[in-house]
Structures are given as structure tokens and as C-alpha cells.
């Protein structure tokens, strides 16, 4: 059974940091593209971020430009989402996913996790 856990979630203030891991059971994510998304009420998933973990190129939506970072491990069974700077508006539900076709941040993937809620609060 192919799976995805996303863990890492939480209440931050502004300004503040969250790490966010995404962690595949079932298979190793060698040829696969991982992307991170996010969820706010009454709004469309965004895609944020993505990793094809073949060659570690990454992508960021200018959204999270700069503030944002995807990484991986080097046993290739979890990535990461390096969270700093964060502002109230980054309050979401975060989903990591994952396919052998890197769909960039369009939400086609074929494997998602359950998601994980961060919110940015003082």
C-alpha cells in the first residue's frame, strides 16, 4: 500500500518557523516527483513547492519564494518543507504529494496524504 504522512504541522506566531515532513511508506520516492500544497478555507488547493528526487530540482510558486524550501533525505523516503517567515496568510491544511510524472504545482498527482494544519497566529 502506497502512503503518504504528512507530520509537522502547528500554531506559530508571525515571523516564525515550521518544518513539515512528508514521509512515504510503500515505495521509495527514487523516480518519483514530490510536491507540497496547501488548502485554505473556502479557496483552492495551491500548489507551493516541488522536488523531482531523481535529480533534486526544485520549483516554488512565487508565493513562497525565498521564504519556503523542499529537500529530501538522502534515503529518499521523506521530504521536507522548510517553513520561515510565515505570515497569517499561510494558514492551511498542507497535503504533500506524489507521482512518477512531475506535474509541477498542478494538483494531478497520483498519491496524497492526509494533510497537516499550520496556523500562523499571534
Known amino acids: 500500500q502506497l502512503q503518504l504522512v504528512e507530520s509537522g504541522g502547528g500554531l506559530v506566531q508571525p515571523g516564525g518557523s515550521l518544518r513539515l515532513s512528508c514521509a512515504a511508506s510503500?515505495?521509495?520516492?527514487?523516480?518519483?516527483?514530490i510536491a507540497w500544497f496547501r488548502q485554505a478555507p473556502g479557496k483552492e488547493r495551491e500548489g507551493l513547492s516541488c522536488?523531482?528526487?531523481?535529480?533534486?530540482?526544485?520549483y516554488y510558486a512565487d508565493s513562497v519564494k525565498g521564504r519556503f524550501t523542499i529537500s529530501g533525505d538522502n534515503a529518499k523516503t521523506t521530504v521536507y518543507l522548510q517553513m520561515n517567515s510565515l505570515k497569517p496568510e499561510d494558514t492551511a491544511v498542507y497535503y504533500c504529494?506524489?507521482?512518477?510524472?512531475?506535474?509541477?504545482?498542478?494538483?494531478?498527482?497520483?498519491?496524497w496524504g492526509q494533510g497537516t494544519q499550520v496556523t500562523v497566529s499571534s
Open positions: 504529494a506524489a507521482a512518477p510524472i512531475n506535474y509541477g504545482l498542478r494538483p494531478l498527482y497520483d498519491y
Open positions: 510503500g515505495f521509495t520516492l527514487d523516480y518519483y516527483t
Open positions: 522536488i523531482r528526487a531523481s535529480d533534486g530540482n526544485t
